[in-house]
Antibody, heavy 119, light 112 residues
Framework: QVQLVQSGAEVKKPGASVKVSCKAS????????VIWVRQAPGQGLEWMAW????????YSAQKFQDRVTMNTDTSTSTAYMELSNLGSDDTALYFC????????????WGQGTLVTVSS | DVVMTQSPLSLPVTLGQPASISCRSSQTLVYGDGYTYLHWFHQRPGQSPRRLIYKVSNRDSGVPDRFSGSGSGTDFTLKISRVEAEDVGVYYC?????????FGPGTKLDIK
């Protein structure tokens, strides 16, 4: 069955970077992309970015463009998302999801990675 | 960015009764390929979102047929024919037609 397993919770100081991993299984990793979505505590969902696992094409929402780096490792079927220059408003649960394209929403989701930014 | 609005934001429902959630977009959601990329998600407390409906009216695998989606252009609806206890949580609509994809604010469904 399709599964996306994310790395564990992180606590970071303001200005630092965090790297979240998302290991996929149960499907051909290269046939899909990976979407990244975040959810601040008690808040709704915010679409961040998408990367194709086939060719590495990436798109990030404008507010994250300068701070988000994504890549994939097809040998381990793992996607990575790094967010730099963290601020307190980056404290959130970060989800990865399988997404065939940008218009198509994620059909399978990871369990989420809590990133806490605190001095 | 396309603004997605949902109503109501809070929806108390009696078990076995129907429920309906409205989602409106600030722009039409018909994509260049003719499809309308409006999707619905359900998030139970403490869990990841789960996609229920994709492209307006297509139920995802394993989604009970009491869930249905409809609509076109800028107005969309998610209906639950008979609410069950497991349906509690927050429902989000999301558009993928326009860049960047955006979510609605969510509708919290609970049992009366």
């Amino acid at each position: 069955q399709v599964q996306l397993v994310q790395s564990g919770a992180e606590v970071k100081k303001p200005g630092a970077s965090v790297k979240v991993s998302c290991k996929a299984s149960g499907y051909m990793f290269g046939d899909y992309g990976v979407i990244w979505v975040r959810q601040a505590p008690g808040q709704g969902l915010e679409w961040m970015a998408w990367i194709s696992a086939l060719n590495g094409v990436r798109y990030s929402a404008q507010k994250f463009q300068d701070r988000v780096t994504m890549n994939t490792d097809t040998s381990t079927s793992t996607a990575y998302m790094e967010l730099s220059n963290l601020g307190s408003d980056d404290t959130a649960l970060y989800f990865c999801a399988r997404g065939s394209s940008i218009p198509a929403a994620g059909d399978y989701w990871g369990q989420g990675t809590l990133v806490t930014v605190s001095s | 960015d396309v603004v997605m609005t949902q109503s109501p934001l809070s929806l108390p429902v009696t078990l076995g009764q129907p429920a309906s959630i409205s989602c409106r977009s600030s722009q039409t959601l018909v994509y260049g390929d003719g499809y309308t990329y409006l999707h619905w998600f359900h998030q139970r407390p403490g869990q990841s979102p789960r996609r229920l409906i994709y492209k307006v009216s297509n139920r995802d695998s394993g989604v009970p047929d009491r869930f249905s989606g409809s609509g076109s252009g800028t107005d969309f609806t998610l209906k639950i024919s008979r609410v069950e206890a497991e349906d509690v949580g927050v429902y989000y609509c999301m558009q993928g037609t326009h860049w960047p994809p955006t979510f609605g604010p969510g509708t919290k469904l609970d049992i009366k």
